[in-house]
């Protein structure tokens, strides 16, 4: 079995990831005790990531020690390079990294924000799997999950999953 590109991301009903200065605090409203929304199952699934270098920035902003130690993670960056102990910068060609990534031996590949790594990946028909988690929240404003400029694409619904907090998540397969 072939190694599978997977988008695990949240977003508002509106449709954004963020307010324009980046601020994730609407992600807080379906906070529950004891409820990760099936991340922990997921993160079982997969030994790679992929993420946007403010994505990271945004993680590193929370001051918890770094969660995903026990896996590859690239964070894309035109201006940073190098390594450290938790993750490796990627500046290259993205179609490039995802095949290098499907052809080696290994278990799925996570890929999350922001929209610009979306949007790239959706330009180039990379996906494989979207699991989009949508929070009961209009932003009104911010930063899109959708850019728009990607080629239209067709998906098959799986699986959808409603919890008591209000949260409601779509599990999609990309149709080639």
Known sequence: MSREVIL??????????????????FLSKVDVLGEDYG?????HQVD???????TYDKLLSFGIPFPHKDKKCYVLS???????EDIEYYGGDLVE???????EEGKNIYCDGGGEVVFSLLKN?????????IIPHLLGAGKRLFNDGRPEQSMDLMKSVSYPSGLV???YDMKD
């Not at 991340?39 to 993160?43: L, T």
């Not at 790679?48 to 403010?54: E, S, Y």
């Not at 028909?125 to 988690?133: A, P, Y």
Request: glycine residues 8%; aromatic residues 10%.
């Open 97 to 103: 990294l995802i095949s290098k990534l499907k052809n």
């Open 39 to 43: 991340y922990g199952d997921f993160q």
């Open 8 to 25: 695990y991301i949240a977003m508002s009903l509106d449709g954004y990831i963020a307010t324009e200065d980046d601020n994730i605090d």
């Open 48 to 54: 790679t990531l992929i993420w946007g270098r403010k």
């Open 78 to 84: 035109k201006s940073r390079t190098g390594r450290n």
């Open 125 to 133: 028909k990379l996906i494989d799997k979207m699991i989009i988690s």
């Open 169 to 171: 998540q779509l599990w």
